[in-house]
């Protein structure tokens, strides 16, 4: 079956207009000239630690991204993020998590992913052991003492890309 897209999946939970983008960055290095911050097509929250927020403050954020300091260290804690997201968003019962391999292997470390959708594209990077990187998951091993496994709940074909949907039992 095909997968169904963004705008239907959010109108199927009752959800109007654009949801907001929390981007989560634990040192705020971030480019503001980007489009996401100065496009104003959707709430941006930049999620940080203390440090990040002082150094986002350095660099002039535009006016629609809020700034939400979260935790207390160097480093974000899934707790810490999950705990001021009701501040951010209240009420928000789906969250669309986009985020770097160690941060979504500590989504599914902790048991707080519920879907995964992952893009199959035709360019080819590889490794040499040279250069450092990383996978999907970083910082979490898995097998071969724990096995994380997805259902596939969906596939959609654009051009030479496959959209693929995984369902994981969290719960």
């Known amino acids: 079956p095909l997968a169904e897209s963004y705008g239907e999946f959010r109108a199927r939970l009752g959800k109007r207009g654009p949801p907001v983008c929390v981007v989560v960055t ?34 002039n954020p535009p006016p629609g991204v809020r700034v939400v300091p979260a935790g207390r260290g160097d480093h974000l804690e899934i707790s810490e993020i999950l705990d001021a997201l009701p501040g951010v968003i209240p009420g928000a019962t789906v969250i669309l998590v986009e985020g770097g391999p160690h941060l979504i292997g500590e989504f599914f470390d902790r048991g707080k992913l519920d879907e995964l959708f992952l893009t199959l594209s035709p360019r080819l990077a590889g490794r040499d052991g040279k250069s450092r990187r990383e996978g999907l998951v970083s910082g979490k091993a898995f097998l071969p ?3 994380i496994a ?3 709940t969906g596939v959609r074909r654009g051009g030479s890309h496959l959209f693929l949907r995984y369902a994981f039992n969290t719960h």
């Open 26 to 59: 634990a040192r705020g290095e971030l480019d503001f000239d980007r489009p996401l911050f100065r496009g104003g097509k959707a709430p941006v929250v930049v999620m940080t630690t203390p440090r990040g927020a002082d150094e986002i403050s350095k660099h």
């Open 150 to 152: 997805g259902t596939l």
């Open 145 to 147: 003492d724990r096995l």
